[in-house]
């Protein structure tokens, strides 16, 4: 899980905030490198999260909820080593 790796600081949370903004920016883009040689889908990530897979679609979302959701998603995903 994404989360596990703050333990070992693989990542920090600048590492997530980018992988939460390339989903932001283009939610199609494919997997994203992140922290020491990790790679991780974040659209998979969202899709398999069923709160933010649900929310991603709101019309009443704001962007912050959106965000903190696409977060929760990303840090409970297993990301690949590279």
Known sequence: MTLDLFDTLDIVDD???AVVDAYMADPTSGPVS?????????????????FANTLIGQPWA???LRRAAVR???????????
């Open 15 to 17: 590492d997530v905030a």
């Open 34 to 50: 992140f922290g020491e040689g990790y790679r991780i889908d974040p659209a998979a990530a969202v899709a398999s999260h069923p």
């Open 62 to 64: 704001s962007v912050e």
């Open 72 to 82: 929760a998603a990303i840090m409970l995903a297993q990301p690949e080593r590279m």
